[in-house]
């Protein structure tokens, strides 16, 4: 094959240009909710630094030849999970968290970086020679590849990262081909965890649905009682975790609930933000205007509330710019990943998409106020280095994925 | 690995029909937020982060009729605490330096409970520049302290008029309550005499200060740059009918004595001196009263929260004797013809009613004169019960002279429906009329109604309404506003007050009983009273009024437990129709233009 010169043959503005506007617009929402900030008000300058390393970072994965993601999959993977038992004993809490390594007045998150080590792992693991995806064994691996840090991040407790992994996982084995029988086995145990905090007739109910659904799978005896009996420990383990939790993070999966039950707790940070970007109408209050920004109503809104600074001084104009960027972001990762030159490659990209989606969702979701509060930062836009830096070198993966979609190794 | 399955279209559907239904739910949400229910959220933000800081408006002051202060405002430092903030291992610190014996903050802090722990509650008003820069200085260690400037009452203009002026003080909860849409917990309301009559003029309008806060509810800066504040509107100013040399001289007066004074002017009812002493120092109320001062001021055996003026029940001794003159020569029972002889008293029944002279045969002229007992306990039974009664009422006795501070008694007016109540039908006799006809037994009257009646004499039946407000500057149109006298005849004829003001002439100008006060420039006529008194001596009592052909001034003085009123009440009496009647030349030329520009409207109009 020929291989073409052309500028944006190698390099996929459409991915690139997105991603800088949405920086762009983070920087600027982070020095409005930070420049008159008692404790914040370097953040800035410190953000500004993160996009230059992140930056530099993307340039070097985008260089890198590309089996180096395959071959280094294990390894990454393998030390994420290091971090982040080492995080466990030696990390520095932050914001009732266990999830930072404090380094020279930065923090380091070995969260983010399992995010990359768990999406290649997955991909490598998946698409080595004659793995069976509808094999029991196999997806149970899978499973567990993606379970390890999901188990380490609860126990920091991050919910929110979790939820995340949990995403991917599912994603990835979805998109590498398992059968409807096989994502039945490794969905239904969530959706009973999720009944099951909702009360017991809930998980009772939950328990019946995946009795009938068994049923309608008409598998044997054996898997049938392999697949019910993880449903309910699991529904069980999960209670005995809820029961567990920091008062902090019940306090959080109940009004997850009921939103409405606890106005003045994390229920206020929602509705203060819900406040301030309807509030912002269509053109906004004007940059560095927003009083519900400049008056600081929501604690650290430079982090997970970032984009309710968009919609309050950006108004509805701004708001759009931002998702729509994401939007194309999204619309184009699922392109390439139909012409990417191998199964590895495509599973990557897969997780790429899952994991910004998943945040995008979840956090822009949060500050409509149309999904529960959970701490996630938005991806590029939310302070924050190891976020910015391992979104960067994934999409730095991406790209580097699609200047080589051509090449035969 | 399952080829035909990885990434299969339908995967690849089912993650597009994802992506894009998120994404629109998310323009759909923020159309919803932004554009439909923007006004709804732009309110709640507004709420949110602006809060509004009042300040008191000054309360108008009172001038008195030539426009001289009698009440002022002046700047003041109030000291507060907002309890949900504040630490109360503060509070010795605070007492001492305020001066405040132990125990006085929490005391404060009770009376308070009712209120919201989050209003700030006044501790102290006007404290020093001392207590000021100390606060400043270790503002940061006393959370829930601070303090504004307001202005208090300044009194420092020579009258004292504690019980005309009144108080204001920061609005009982009881009150509140009935008035929650013209109040805030917090806000100053007159509580009575004239500050409480006169409230809604004097109040003014709060002031309105956005500001800026945080959610922690600090302070970040002014809202809109400070162009929706509102600035506080002044209260309206009073021009009082008061005048303040009668005034003066009034309270010099009374300074060791109790009882009270009430001079009005008797073509319009304006009252130009009031006093009900002993008197209590409105000062102790412009600062946080404390309960220490409360009780004090109730236990004291002199009891100066009374107003005697207005509230008390005086017999008003020989001053009544005029009524029933008035009721027989008006009603023809008798003429200036008809005498009685005078032995020293009157035998009715087993009873023998005395009479301080042997006055021989008497005319109801000299015998008001000479205040003859016998002749009114006589003129009395001529009369009848009923007749007495009812020319009593006409004079204003037995019901309030809807004095515009209100707190007064009707006095007690006996009549036969009052002695068949109180002692049932038929079980009471004639005898009981004979003391009243020299204004004894039950008979009980206020020295407001004694000034009205006086005034009604002067000016041939003819009055106003008494009353203390004579012209007010709206502040709002900044026009001069006149009160309109509520004007009142009672319908007797000027034949009848003649004789009567004659006989009050010769009281004082000829062998009668206040020949002490006699004076060719000021002119009085009037009547000495001594008033029994169940506890002590007799009171003193004396009514009359100046000048004789054209009177300007009725005045009532009742001093308690000094004897004849001759001796004690009538010089005082004159005293203040001096001061009123002979401005010094050495006043203000202003006030004299003003006096004479009044006093010769006045003759005009008549």
Redesign the interface.
């Known amino acids: 094959m020929q291989i073409s010169y052309k500028l944006q043959d190698r390099f996929d503005f459409a991915i690139f240009i997105p991603t800088i506007i949405l920086i762009i617009f983070g920087l600027l929402a982070i020095f409005s909710s930070t420049y008159s900030h008692p404790t914040a008000h370097g953040n800035f300058q410190k953000q500004v630094f993160f996009v230059v390393v992140s930056i530099i970072a993307f340039l070097i994965t985008f260089s890198l030849p590309q089996r180096t993601f395959n071959v280094f999959a294990i390894g990454i993977y393998f030390a994420s999970l290091f971090f982040l038992v080492a995080v466990l004993i030696a990390g520095k809490t932050i914001f009732g968290a266990k999830a930072w390594f404090g380094i020279g007045g930065f923090g380091f998150q070995p969260s983010e970086f399992a995010k990359l080590g768990t999406i290649l792992m997955l991909a490598s693991w ?2 080595y020679k ?5 094999n029991l064994k196999d997806i149970g691996v899978a499973f567990m590849i993606g379970f390890a840090p999901i188990m380490l991040i609860m126990l920091e407790p991050d919910t929110g990262t979790s939820i995340v992994f949990s995403i991917i996982t599912v994603a990835i084995i ?6 409807l029988f096989g994502m039945f086995v490794v969905i239904s145990p969530l959706i009973v965890v999720l009944a099951s905090m909702l009360g017991t007739i809930a998980f009772i109910i939950a328990l019946l649905l995946v009795v009938a659904a068994l049923f309608f799978f008409k598998k044997d005896i054996f898997n049938c009682v392999v697949v019910f009996v993880i449903n309910l420990s699991s529904g069980f383990f999960f209670d005995y975790i809820y029961k567990v939790l920091k008062p902090h993070q019940q306090k959080r999966i109940l009004t997850f609930l009921d939103p409405t039950s606890d106005p003045l707790g994390s229920g206020y940070n929602a509705l ?1 933000a ?9 053109l906004g209050k004007g940059y560095l205007h927003g ?2 920004t ?6 650290a809104q430079w982090t997970d509330f970032i984009y309710c600074v968009i ?1 309050e001084e950006f ?2 104009i701004g ?2 710019i931002v ?1 729509t960027c ?2 194309i972001i ?2 184009r990762l ?1 392109k390439l ?2 012409n990417a030159k191998d ?1 590895f490659s ?1 599973l990557v990209i ?1 997780g790429v ?1 899952t994991l910004l ?1 998943s945040h995008f ?1 979840i956090n ?2 949060m500050n ?3 999904t529960p509060v959970i701490g996630l930062p938005l991806p590029f836009l939310s302070y924050g280095g190891s976020s910015l830096l391992v979104n960067m070198i994934l999409i730095g993966i991406v790209l580097n994925i699609y200047k080589n979609r051509k090449l035969h190794t | ?8 279209p339908i ?2 559907r089912i ?2 029909f ?2 894009i239904s ?2 629109s ?3 759909l ?3 919803n ?3 439909i ?2 006004p ?3 309110e ?3 709420e ?2 602006v809060k509004p800081i009042y300040q008191m408006a000054p309360r108008g002051v009172f001038y008195d009729r030539f426009h001289r202060i009698l009440v002022g405002n002046k700047p003041s430092f109030t000291l507060r605490i907002t309890p949900s903030e504040y630490d109360k291992k503060l509070t010795p610190y605070i007492e001492a330096i305020l001066g405040a014996s132990p125990g006085y903050i929490d005391k404060i802090l009770k009376q308070n409970e009712l209120y919201s722990k989050f209003l700030p509650r006044r501790i102290a008003k006007d404290v020093s520049y001392k207590v000021i820069a100390w606060y400043e200085e270790n503002m940061s260690k006393l959370p829930g302290v601070d303090y504004v400037m307001e202005t208090r009452r300044d009194y420092s203009f020579g009258v004292m008029g504690s019980h005309m002026f009144g108080y204001s003080k920061e609005i009982p909860m009881d009150i509140f309550q009935q008035r929650k849409d013209e109040y805030s917990i917090g806000d100053e309301i007159g509580f009575n005499g004239i500050e409480k009559s006169y409230e809604d003029m004097l109040r003014g309008n709060k002031g309105t200060r956005y500001v ?4 922690k509810q600090k302070t ?1 800066g002014p809202y809109k740059n400070g162009t929706e504040d509102q600035n506080t509107v002044k209260g309206d100013d009073l021009t009082l009918t008061i005048d303040k040399d009668a005034q003066q001289v009034a309270e010099e007066a009374f300074k060791d004595k109790r009882g009270a004074v009430v001079a009005l002017d008797p073509a319009n009812g304006e009252i130009l001196a009031f006093l009900s002493a002993p008197q209590y120092d409105l000062n102790d109320f412009a600062k946080v009263t404390s309960t220490e001062i409360w009780n004090q001021l109730n236990n004291d055996e002199e009891r100066p929260m009374f107003n005697r003026a207005t509230m008390s029940y005086y017999s008003p001794g020989s001053t009544f004797k005029m009524v029933s003159a008035i009721a027989a020569l008006e009603d023809g029972i008798i003429d200036t013809t008809f005498k009685v002889n005078c032995n020293g008293g009157f035998q009715f029944g087993d009873h023998y009613f005395k009479c301080l002279g042997h006055h021989g045969p008497i005319n109801v002229i000299h015998a008001i004169e000479h205040s003859c007992n016998t002749f009114f306990y006589q003129l009395i039974l001529k009369n009848g019960l009923d007749r007495w009664s009812l020319y009593a009422n006409k004079f204003g006795f037995g019901k309030k002279s809807g004095l515009d501070i209100g707190e007064e008694t009707a006095g007690i007016l006996p009549s036969t429906q009052y002695y068949d109540k109180v002692y049932g039908k038929g079980k009471w006799t004639k005898g009981f009329l004979v003391s009243l006809g020299i204004g004894q037994g039950e008979l009980n009257v206020t020295p407001m109604q004694l000034a009205e009646y006086i005034g009604l004499i002067a000016n041939y039946g003819k009055t106003a309404k008494p009353h203390f407000l004579k012209d007010y500057q709206d502040i709002k149109t900044s026009k001069l506003v006149n009160v309109k006298p509520q004007y009142y005849d009672i319908g007797i004829s000027r034949n009848t007050f003649d004789i009567v003001r004659k006989a009050l002439y010769l009281v004082v100008n000829a062998s009668g009983t206040a020949g002490n006060i006699r004076s060719q420039e000021l002119q009085i006529a009037g009547k000495t009273g001594t008033a029994q008194n169940t506890q002590g001596k007799e009171h003193s009592v004396f009514i009359g009024f100046a000048p004789y052909n054209n009177p300007k001034i009725a005045i009532a003085v009742i001093v308690e437990n000094a004897g004849h009123g001759n001796v004690i009440a009538a010089p005082i009496a004159r005293d203040i129709i001096k001061a009123y009647l002979q401005k010094d030349k050495k006043n203000d030329p202003k006030i004299l233009a003003g006096f004479n520009s009044t006093l010769s409207g006045k003759l005009n109009a008549n």
């Open positions: 998946l698409t004659n793995r069976d995806i509808n979805f998109w590498s081909g398992i059968s203060q819900k406040v301030a970007i309807g509030s912002g109408g269509i009083n519900q400049q008056l600081r109503f929501i604690p919609g108004g509805f708001s759009i998702i994401f939007f999204f619309i699922l990943s139909s199964q495509v897969i998409l989606f969702a822009v979701g409509l106020g149309i | 690995m399952n080829d035909s399955l990885f990434g299969s995967r690849r993650v597009y994802i992506v998120f994404f739910l998310c323009v949400q923020l159309f937020m932004q554009i229910q923007q709804r959220y732009s709640k933000s507004a949110n982060s800026l806060v945080d959610a970040i």
